[in-house]
């Protein structure tokens, strides 16, 4: 087993190229919309674990993408990331009052506000990768678009959004609550992994063991969630906990207990670094990130 990656660091450079970028995409307006963005800059700049981005990154450098490029996609993902959570942070949703650490973009600002937030930066996800600054390829690019809409959409994360409403009350099985995180969680992993293949032209071998360790991954992060949920520290993960069990809603933690749903996630890692084998050091950053997913204590 190679040496671990200290993941911090590498974290809190994306963070900050990722800052950077959006600080300079969403410059405020001195007219009627300068609200608007700086509810926009509310939710996406700054706080985060980045998770998403330093996972296009990682899978980017595999096939020695242009970082610049990596970046540009990065961004667009943490887009969409970020629209999800201000629109599930609504009344109508979720209903929370602390993300990041800090207030909800709709008690910051207001509801109509968080809607318009969540609806632009959306938007500006695909713009990001429509453009040619992202590749010159205009088959990649629409490529990126289709599967990063597959990923956000009802096959993806906004699926699984509604099998989580309706998880409310009602009493899920193991099969049901996979699915569902799956799609929530586990379809914009999946296209963050699959990102620097696209972008790379990889082989569709090389792209199925990005699937594979992203699959595995993605549940392993859920899994991890549902212990911090039950285990953690409200100010380190910056938002209300235990909501879920509140709620009555089936996690991995009330369905398998915190001892099995903890070595379920330990083997998926396992599964997930063992995806990578044929890759070298190239993949070390891949394989950090897997064990600092359930390692993290927020």
Known sequence: MRASIALKPVLDAIGEQIDARFDRLLQVPEDPRARLYEAMRHAIIGGGKRMRPLLVVASCDLFHVDRERA???????????????????????????????????????????????????????????ADEA???????????????????????????????????????????????QQLKTGALIGF???AGAIMGKAAPPIRMKLKGYARDLGLAFQIADDLLDVEGDPEAAGKALRKDEARGKSTFVSLLGVERARAQAEMLIDQAIGHLHGFGAEADLLRAVARFAIERDH
Not at 75 to 92: K, N, T
Not at 139 to 146: D, G, I, S, T, Y
């Open 71 to 129: 970046l540009r996609v990065a961004m667009a993902i943490e887009a969409v990331h970020c629209y999800s959570l201000v629109h599930d942070d609504l009344p109508c949703m979720d209903d929370d009052d602390l993300r990041r650490g800090k207030p909800t973009v709709h008690k910051a600002f207001d509801e109509a506000t968080a809607v318009l937030t969540g609806d632009a930066l959306y938007a500006i996800a695909f713009e990001l990768l």
């Open 134 to 180: 992202a590749h010159e390829d205009p088959f990649v690019r629409a490529e990126l678009v289709l599967e990063l809409a597959r990923a956000s959409g009802p096959s993806g994360m906004a699926g699984g959004q509604a099998m989580d409403l309706a998880a409310e009350g009602a009493r899920f099985d193991l099969p049901t609550t996979t699915r569902l």
């Open 192 to 194: 963050s992994c699959e």
